[in-house]
C-alpha cells in the first residue's frame, strides 16, 4: 500500500512542475529575437533538450548495472517513448506559443480518456466500469476547465489532440521500458524507472545536438532560458517515471490531469502580479466553473484508487 502511495505523490509531483514548465516554455515561447534563426519556442526546445541530455548522461552512467547491455526487448520501447515523446513536446510548444498555458494544461487532461481507449483496444489490459467512470470524469473535469476560459482556436486544438496522442504512446512505451529493464536486469521498478528516464533524456539530447548548429542557439539567453524550464521538466519527470513505475501509466495520468487545475492556479496567481502576456485574469464565474473542475478532478483520482 505504501507503494501506491509513493506513486500517488509523484504524479502530483509530476503535475505541479509540468505545469511549471509550461508557464516557463510561454514565457520564453513569446520571446522573438529578429537577430537569431528560427521561433524563440524551436530555440527553448533544442537548447533545452541538449542541457536535459548532458544532466541525464552522467545520470545514466551512475545508474547503470555494472557490465550489463541494455536488453534486446527493451531497445524498442526505448526508440519508439523517445520518438513519440518528442513529436508531443514539438506539438506542445508550438501550441503554448499560440495559447494561455491555463486552456493548454487542462486539455491535456483528454490523455486520460485516449491512453485508456488504447489500453482498452488495442492492448489485454481492459478497465472496468469504475476506472472507466474515473477516466470519463476526469476528460469532463478537462473539458469544463477549457469551457471555463477563452476558446482555443482550431489550429492549437489539433496541436493539443496531437501531443495528447503522442505522449500517449510515449507513455505506454515508458511502462514497457521500465518493464523490460526490470526484469532483463532484475532490478526494482523504481530504479529501472530511473535508468529509463536518464536513457530516454540522454538520446533526446543526442537528437537535438546538431540543431544547434542550424538554428545558432548559443547566446547566454537561451540557455538561461533553457536552464529554467529543463529544472522544472526533468522535476516533472523524474517524479512521472517513479509514478509510472509504481502504480502504471493510466492511473498516473489520471493524477496527472490535476496540472489543469494547478495551472489554473498558477496563471491566477500570475494575472494578479500583472503578468498579462502569459495569463489574463478572470472574472468570480469563471473561477467557479474551474473550482468544480477541480473537484470533478479529484472524485476522478479518488474513483479510480478506491480499489487500489
Same mark, same amino acid.
Given at each position: ?34 537577430? +537569431? ?40 520501447? !526505448? ?50 466500469? +469504475? +476506472? ?113 513505475? !509504481? ?26 502580479? +500583472? ?34
Amino acid at each position: 500500500m505504501r507503494f501506491v502511495w509513493l506513486g500517488v505523490l509523484s504524479g502530483l509531483a509530476a503535475a505541479f512542475f509540468s505545469s511549471l514548465s509550461y508557464l516557463i516554455s510561454r514565457h520564453y515561447g513569446l520571446q522573438q529575437d529578429p537577430r +537569431q534563426t528560427g521561433s524563440a519556442a524551436l530555440r527553448l526546445f533544442v537548447c533545452s533538450h541538449v542541457l536535459m541530455g548532458s544532466v541525464c548522461l552522467p545520470l545514466a552512467w551512475a545508474l547503470w548495472p555494472k557490465e550489463m547491455e541494455v536488453p534486446v526487448l527493451a531497445l524498442w520501447p !526505448l526508440m519508439s517513448s523517445m520518438t513519440f515523446y518528442l513529436l508531443g513536446q514539438a506539438c506542445l510548444f508550438m501550441a503554448l506559443k499560440q495559447v494561455n498555458a491555463s486552456l493548454v494544461s487542462p486539455l491535456l487532461g483528454l490523455k486520460v480518456l485516449l491512453l485508456a481507449s488504447i489500453v482498452s483496444l488495442f492492448m489485454e489490459h481492459s478497465l472496468d466500469a +469504475q +476506472q472507466w467512470f474515473a477516466v470519463c470524469l476526469s476528460a469532463v473535469a478537462a473539458m469544463t476547465l477549457r469551457s471555463s476560459g477563452s476558446p482555443v482556436p482550431a489550429g492549437p486544438m489539433a496541436l493539443i489532440l496531437l501531443t495528447c496522442l503522442s505522449f500517449s504512446i510515449a507513455d505506454l512505451c515508458i511502462v514497457e521500458l521500465i518493464d523490460a529493464l526490470s526484469i532483463g536486469w532484475s532490478i526494482s521498478r523504481v530504479h529501472a524507472g530511473a535508468i529509463a528516464m536518464a536513457i530516454t533524456y540522454t538520446l533526446c539530447g543526442i537528437v537535438a545536438l546538431p540543431l544547434l548548429v542550424v538554428f545558432g542557439s548559443w547566446r547566454r539567453s537561451n540557455w538561461l532560458a533553457a536552464t529554467h524550464y529543463s529544472g522544472a521538466w526533468l522535476l516533472s519527470m523524474v517524479s512521472l517515471y517513479v509514478c509510472f513505475a !509504481l502504480i502504471g501509466a493510466v492511473f498516473g495520468n489520471v493524477l496527472q490531469s490535476t496540472r489543469g487545475v494547478v495551472s489554473v492556479v498558477l496563471g491566477a496567481l500570475l494575472a494578479q502580479t +500583472q503578468w498579462h502576456e502569459l495569463e489574463q485574469q478572470v472574472d468570480r464565474e469563471t473561477l467557479v466553473r474551474r473550482l468544480v473542475a477541480a473537484i470533478l478532478m479529484t472524485g476522478a483520482i479518488a474513483t479510480y484508487a478506491i480499489d487500489r
